[in-house]
């Protein structure tokens, strides 16, 4: 039976941990590398539901894209949201592995699935890191993947190739849409039925910056490599008012979705990379904001 060691080795090569932000807080977070691991489930968020979930179907390691503990904790009881999630995971004696920034900008994480899945060409991080990570491949069948997410949760690839690491992503359509076209390509791939706009609807779209997420940081660094539009999951008000202000143009689809797509990739590849487990996203998880 695998062990989580083993899962984290897997998960290392693809979102080497060294790529995470200073700030963050990602690896093995809950548990010990010689649990089992046969049973694992991807998830976006630790959650009530996505724990209820996991523990119900006897998993042994949740790999989620937010980290759980995220802050340091004083305390582990069950009088805030976080201790209670902790001692039921703990209890069940079910794992927390988190990628969280090492993911967002590994060669083939969230940002470069984004790009991808939204046709960029000549595509690059827009803030590149120095740091190492794993060889590039050295023939087409070794080539890191991408996937299109679909309704029921399916996945299929859609491009085989290599990339670099770093923050969010930078490139080109190869043609000029206007911002509303972009908007409408944002909801295609993530099959969504609305998302956020700043900017003038026939404003005209070429150079596209890429921040999975809350990516309103991401802005200033849009507006230095010239970017006509930057597409991140959520930005504050005066963010959306900076970006009117310089000429570009956002389109926000929400943080939940804007990341959760990948989180399904991501079952798909523990599954392809680790033999006698059995790895599904989420069937529970769902975005907590709606439209009232």
Not at 12 to 19: C, D, H, T, Y
Not at 52 to 59: L, N, W
Not at 142 to 158: E, L, M, N
Not at 166 to 185: D, F, K, Q, V
């Amino acid at each position: 039976m695998p062990t989580i060691a083993q899962v984290v080795d897997t998960l290392n090569l693809f979102a080497p941990a060294e790529l995470a932000e200073p700030w963050d807080n990602v690896g093995l977070l809950v548990g010990s590398s010689d649990w089992p691991a046969s049973k694992i489930m991807t998830c976006l968020t630790v959650t009530p539901t996505t724990v209820t979930e996991a523990v119900s179907r006897g998993a042994h390691l949740i790999v989620s894209h937010h980290p759980l503990p995220f802050h340091p904790l004083r305390t582990v009881t069950d009088d805030t949201t976080v201790g209670r999630l902790l001692l039921q995971l703990i209890t069940a004696g079910i794992g927390v592995y988190s990628a969280h920034t090492a993911f967002d900008s590994a060669d083939a994480g969230i940002n470069q699935h984004l790009a991808i899945g939204l046709g960029l060409q000549e595509i690059k991080p827009l803030i590149p890191t120095s740091t190492p990570t794993i060889p590039k491949p050295t023939s087409s069948s070794q080539s890191t993947r991408t996937f299109k997410p679909h309704a029921d949760g399916k996945t299929d690839t859609i491009y085989s190739g290599t990339a670099d690491s770093g923050a969010g992503r930078l490139g080109w359509l190869g043609e000029s849409l206007t911002l509303a076209e972009m908007a409408n390509r944002v909801k295609t791939f993530l099959d969504i039925g609305s998302v956020q706009v700043v900017g003038v609807e026939d404003q005209q779209i070429s150079r596209v910056a890429i921040a999975c997420g809350s990516g309103g940081s991401f802005l200033k660094q849009a507006i230095r490599q010239n970017c006509d539009c930057l597409v991140t999951g959520e930005a504050t008000f005066h963010v959306c008012l900076e970006a009117e202000a310089n000429g570009v143009g956002l389109v926000l689809p929400g943080h939940f979705a804007s990341e959760r797509f990948a989180l399904v990739a991501l079952a798909d590849y523990l599954s392809e990379q680790l033999a006698d487990i059995d790895v599904w996203a989420s069937q529970t998880e769902r975005d907590p904001l709606r439209m009232g």
